[in-house]
């Protein structure tokens, strides 16, 4: 069974920062690309980053390029999203899902909130 799970998400003020991570099991994590895609209260997935199978090539969205990093560890598993100088446009609900371009599997989520 494929499985995606979030943690690292939280409350934090602007300027503030997080590491989400998500933990993949169920399938072979080292050949797929990653993603991150956010959902704000009453808005559509948006895409956020994406990382290819061995790491070397990272793609981000204009809104969060140069503040946020995703990064993968092939060996555990897991891929992780760096969050830095955050702002309140970017709370939202935080998925990763497998793939590029299609978000169907993806995890449950985590919620980031910044406020202050």
């Known amino acids: 069974e494929v499985q995606l799970v979030e943690s690292g998400g939280g409350f934090v003020q602007p300027g503030g920062s997080l590491r989400l991570s998500c933990a993949a099991s169920?399938?072979?994590?080292?050949?797929?690309?990653m993603s991150w895609v956010r959902q704000a209260p009453g808005k559509g997935l948006e895409w956020v980053s994406a990382?290819?199978?061995?790491?070397?090539?990272?793609y981000y969205a204009d809104s969060v390029k140069g503040r946020f990093t995703i990064s993968r560890d092939n060996a555990k598993n897991t891929l992780y999203l760096q969050l830095n100088s955050l702002k309140t446009e970017d709370t939202a609900m935080y998925y990763c899902?497998?793939?590029?371009?299609?978000?169907?599997?993806r995890g449950q989520g985590t919620q980031v909130t910044v406020s202050s």
């Open positions: 899902a497998r793939g590029r371009s299609d978000y169907s599997v």
């Open positions: 169920g399938f072979t994590f080292s050949i797929y690309y």
């Open positions: 990382i290819n199978s061995g790491g070397g090539s990272t």
